[in-house]
């Protein structure tokens, strides 16, 4: 019996391991459906409702990013399957944004115009490579401020950005480096971060919680890790200036119990993340901790899902996701 569960893990895990590796060289199957006009691109995206016309009864907006399978539309129903579960389906508008690649544009023929990204360069907010020039977080900075349009969002109350895994990283980046939105402000719009699971967090001073030689690994305080050699996104903005916006944000760690795979074919084994723990619980909980004492009046909070692990779907439609994504 042992034999057989141990040759059924092992066909499980090449499998997934096939997949992570199939989507990264030979673009994804599924392209999302909408386009968002930008003056650098069209971003593809999915939408549960139609926002170029009004939505008077939408209070909320969960824009929910993937991970590096680049597969938003799964995501997209993850979201939708949340909100319906939190009984707000009806006032809940979701958007999954799309970080396309070139193997992605050719695989789907897509036209000149859509946005795409140099491989997983979207995680660390870098500019897309065509048609024009935007960051990945810049393109989530437009889908913000185009929610803060009261014609089309008279009743809009919260805007929850929020990601797993490769998402969880861009989100954690993007809370990290984000630009102020003061039309939010003015019109009483709070702004959530959810960063769930990811591999990796960026941290504001060299120490770290695993002890390494600093010389066998020398790019550990760049950026996305550290805060080195920040990207074009974050210029004009020291560290300091950095990390107080960021522990003044509202901000939930959302960890799965179960997410303690040392080997997980997608989790960053590079020497820069291994200095954050061995697996993804570990090094949620090492920077949440390392955040605390830095700052023992910390708001931000963490929250474990028990019964999950590295699973976007399970984490989000879980009632400790639910309750993150649409608190009451």
């Known amino acids: 019996m042992n034999k057989r569960l141990g040759l059924l893990l092992g066909v499980m895990i090449a499998c997934s391991s096939s997949t992570w590796a199939a989507e990264k060289e030979h673009g994804v199957k599924v392209v999302s459906p909408n386009r968002f006009h930008l003056d650098a691109g069209d971003l593809s995206l999915g939408l549960s409702q139609d926002w170029n016309q009004p939505l008077p009864n939408v209070t909320r907006a969960l824009i929910i990013v993937h991970g590096r399978l680049r597969n938003a539309q799964t995501y997209l129903q ?56 935007l960051s990945s977080y810049g393109a989530l900075d437009q889908i913000i401020k185009h929610l803060g349009n009261r014609n089309l969002f008279p009743a809009l109350k919260q805007i929850a950005v929020a990601g797993h895994s490769g998402g969880g990283q861009v989100v954690q980046r993007f809370a990290l480096t984000g630009h102020d939105h003061p039309m939010l402000q003015t019109e009483g719009i709070s702004l959530r971060y959810v960063v769930a699971n990811p591999s990796s967090y960026a941290y504001f001073s ?84 390392y955040l605390k004492a830095r700052h023992p009046q910390l708001t931000h909070t963490l929250v474990e899902v028990p019964g999950v692990g590295h699973d976007g779907d399970g984490m989000f439609t879980s009632s400790e996701g639910e309750n993150v994504l649409f608190p009451k």
């Open 78 to 133: 993850s979201g939708e399957d949340a909100a319906e579960h939190a009984g707000v389906a009806a006032n809940t508008l979701v958007i999954a944004p799309q970080f396309l690649n070139e193997s992605d544009i050719k695989r789907n023929h897509l036209g000149n115009q859509v946005l795409r990204w140099n491989g997983n360069d979207w995680m660390a907010g870098e500019p897309s490579v065509g048609p024009g020039q």
């Open 206 to 289: 060299p120490q770290r919680p695993v002890k390494f030689d600093a010389a066998s690994c020398p790019g550990f305080n760049d950026w996305k890790y550290g805060m080195q050699n920040l990207p074009d996104y974050a210029k004009g903005q020291s560290a300091q200036q950095l990390e107080q916006a960021y522990v003044s944000r509202d901000i939930t760690y959302l960890l799965g119990q179960q997410d303690t795979d040392p080997n997980h074919p997608a989790l960053d084994k590079s020497c820069e993340a291994e200095t954050q723990g061995a697996y993804r619980l570990i090094r949620g909980h090492n920077y949440f901790d």
